[in-house]
C-alpha cells in the first residue's frame, strides 16, 4: 500500500489533489503538509506542519510515516518570485533537491514534481509550443523550474529514481484561491464577476496564455502517477495543455452568463512575464505517451466555476 506525503497541501492545487489523493487511497495513507494548518475537508486527514526547507524534518516525518510517494508541490510562484528573487530561487530549489535525495535515500516508490509554462522565454517557438524547444525563462520562478526539470531528469538517469512531472499551464479553480503567479487573473475575474459585477485585469485584453482546468490538472497529475513506468518517456517534464484564452474571451466567456459584468485592463509588471510566456503548448507526446486528454473547454469551465462559486459565496 501506497502512503504518501504531500508539501503545500494548502494551496491552489495542494488543497484539491490531496483530497482527491484521499478518495483513491484512503485518508489515514495520505499525509498533508503545509507551512499553514489547513481548513475545511482538508483537516480531515492527517496533517503536519513542514518548512520544506527543513530537510531533516521532511525526512523524519518521512520515516515516521512510513512514506513511499511525495508529491512536492510547495514553491513560490512566478509574480511573487520577483518581489524577492534569492529566496524564491533557494526554496524553490534546495526543496526540491531534499525531496529528490529523499526518494533516492529511501528508495521510494515514485516522486510527482511539478515544473510549468514559465520554463519557456521570449525565444521559445510561442504557438504550439513543442516538447523540446529554446528555453531560456526570465522570471526566477521560471529559471528555477527550468533547472527543476535538468534535476529531476539527472535523478533518474544516475540513480533511478522515478520522479514524474508535468509542465502545468496557469490553473483555474474556485475551492482554493492561488497565490502569486501571472496567471492568477483568471481565478479573480470569477469572484469579482459574482462579487462586483466588474473587474481590472492586470494584464492587456489580447494576453493569451495556456490555462486548464483544475479537475483536469488533477487528472493528469492522478494519470501520470499511475501510468505504467514504461509509457514514461519524458523525465524532465511533460507539456501538457487544454485551453488558450486572453482575458477579453473569458469576459466573454462571463459575459454570457452575467451580461452587466464588465471588464477594465491596466497592464502591470506581470503583463512582461505573460508576454514571455507561450500563447498555447503542443502536447501531443504526453497525449501519445500515457494517454492524456482533457475534459473541460472555456465555456464548461466557466459554467461550471460560476455555478459552484455562487453556492460556494453563498449567492
Ligand atoms: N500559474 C503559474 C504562475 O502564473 C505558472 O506556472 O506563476
Redesign the pocket.
Known sequence: MSKILVTGACGQLGSELTIALRTKHGNDNVLATDVRNPSGQLAEGPFEILNVMDRDKLFELANKYQITQVYHLAAI???KGESDPKFAWQLNMESLIHVLDLAKDNKLEKIYWPS???VFGPSTPRINTPQDTVMDPNTV?GISKLAGERWCEYYFQKYGVDVRSLR?P??IGYKAK?GG????YAVDIFYKALEEGSFECFLSENTALPMMYIDDAIKATIDLMEADIETIKVRSSYNIAAISFTPKEIANEIKKLIPEFNISYKPDFRQQIADSWPDSIDDKKARHDWGWNHDFDLSKMTNEILEGLRKQLGL
Open positions: 510562484l512566478s509574480a510549468s509554462i514559465a520562478y502545468y496557469g490553473l492561488p503567479g501571472t496567471t492568477d
